[in-house]
């Protein structure tokens, strides 16, 4: 995460847009404190990859003091919970307030295109299996099943075990639907070398010059500019 600092103290940068923010109270030194507090216990979750509890302290110091350095922290973290909308959205909002050097701006564009570019394409969905699937045994199945279960809930880590176990049980033929969610699994997990590899054999299973497959050869290509 970038390294940033709340503002400590009661002003905040607005624009034409946010107006009726100047009507709001001035925050009080002990809320300035609590918004504080919550900070560096989201950036604590963060790091560990407690991502559900960093956004909800973000989410908290955000209403207390809605910061443009707190709205980088909130866009990141929906960006690694794979919540496209909702981390263009908060990365617009630093865009437009925080008044970041040329360098940031252009980081930032680039993540927000990347966003929009991967929602595009992918629409942001895991792979399932047709309930009538015998591609997988019963043992890899229940895993494939909670992989899939643990991803919607956010669970990155527990989904990437489970995914895992459901490779191993179906080595050497794995389905492309295992590989797949792996590949998408590594990448909400930053593991972006995993990511790649797991993408590129997912595009090995598929026809040459498919739609998909070149989609998928663009997101590996994106991955390793990321790096």
């Given at each position: 995460m970038r390294a940033v600092l709340l503002v400590l103290t009661a002003s905040l940068v607005l624009g034409a847009a946010d107006r009726a923010e100047a009507q709001r109270p001035r925050p009080t030194q002990e809320q300035i404190d609590r918004a504080r507090q919550l900070f560096v216990e989201g950036s604590r979750h963060y790091q560990a990859g407690r991502l559900n509890e960093a956004l909800e302290n973000f989410l908290e110091a955000w209403r207390i003091m809605p910061n443009p350095d707190l709205a980088y922290n909130v866009a990141r973290t929906y960006e690694r919970m794979s919540d496209t909308q909702r981390s263009i959205e908060f990365?617009?909002?630093?865009?437009?307030?925080?008044?970041?050097?040329?360098?940031?701006r252009e980081e930032v564009e680039r993540r927000i295109a990347a966003l929009q570019e991967v929602a595009e394409r992918l629409?942001?969905?895991?792979?399932?299996?047709?309930?009538?699937?015998?591609?997988?045994?019963?043992?890899?199945?229940?895993?494939?099943?909670?992989?899939?279960?643990?991803?919607?809930?956010?669970?990155?880590?527990?989904?990437?075990?489970?995914?895992?176990?459901?490779?191993?049980?179906?080595r050497p033929n794995p389905p492309a639907e295992v590989v797949y969610n792996l590949g998408m699994?590594?990448?909400?997990?930053?593991?972006t070398q995993d990511a790649i590899d797991y993408y590129r054999e997912y595009a090995r299973m598929l026809p040459r010059d498919s739609a998909e497959r070149r989609a998928i050869d663009e997101q590996v290509a994106h991955l390793r500019e990321r790096r």
């Open positions: 990365y617009g909002h630093y865009l437009r307030h925080a008044a970041p050097d040329a360098a940031e629409q942001g969905q895991i792979r399932t299996l047709p309930p009538t699937s015998e591609a997988l045994a019963s043992e890899a199945r229940t895993m494939f099943d909670r992989g899939v279960s643990m991803f919607r809930r956010r669970q990155y880590e527990a989904a990437m075990q489970a995914f895992t176990a459901a490779y191993n049980f179906t699994t590594a990448e909400r997990l930053e593991r």
